[in-house]
């Protein structure tokens, strides 16, 4: 049985930092595509941040850029974003998703490429 979770995820200040970890089980992750989204209350659920398989092409979501990188640990079979400088718009539920396959660049945050899915962490940035 595939599993995904997701852990983090908690309150933290405004200029703050976060660290989120997807576990995999029931798949090898190094040879999955991975992606993060997040879904703030109220509105749509929206992507993040990608990593791919083999050649690791990375992409970031417009409003993270230059504040999260994500990266992954073959041997512990996890991929992991790094969350700097939070702001309070960051606050939201935090979700991985894996893909058996690489996605470009104009397909990587369209969820209905990705396989499994997480179940998500909380992110709440706030004074």
């Known amino acids: 049985q595939v599993q995904l979770v997701e852990s983090g995820g908690g309150l933290v200040q405004p200029g703050g930092s976060l660290r989120l970890s997807c576990a995999a089980s029931g798949l090898t992750l190094g040879h999955f595509a991975v992606g993060w989204f997040r879904q703030a209350p109220g509105k749509e659920r929206e992507g993040v941040s990608y990593?791919?398989?083999?050649?690791?092409?990375?992409y970031y979501g417009e409003s993270v850029k230059g504040r999260f990188t994500i990266s992954r640990d073959n041997a512990k079979n996890t991929v992991s974003l790094q969350m700097n400088s939070l702001k309070p718009e960051d606050t939201a539920v935090y979700y991985c998703?894996?893909?058996?396959?690489?996605?470009?660049?104009?397909?990587?945050?369209?969820?209905?490429?990705?396989?499994?899915w997480g179940q998500g962490t909380q992110v709440t940035v706030s004074s």
């Open positions: 990593i791919s398989s083999g050649d690791e092409r990375l």
């Open positions: 998703a894996a893909v058996f396959k690489s996605l470009s660049y104009s397909d990587w945050h369209v969820q209905g490429w990705y396989d499994f």
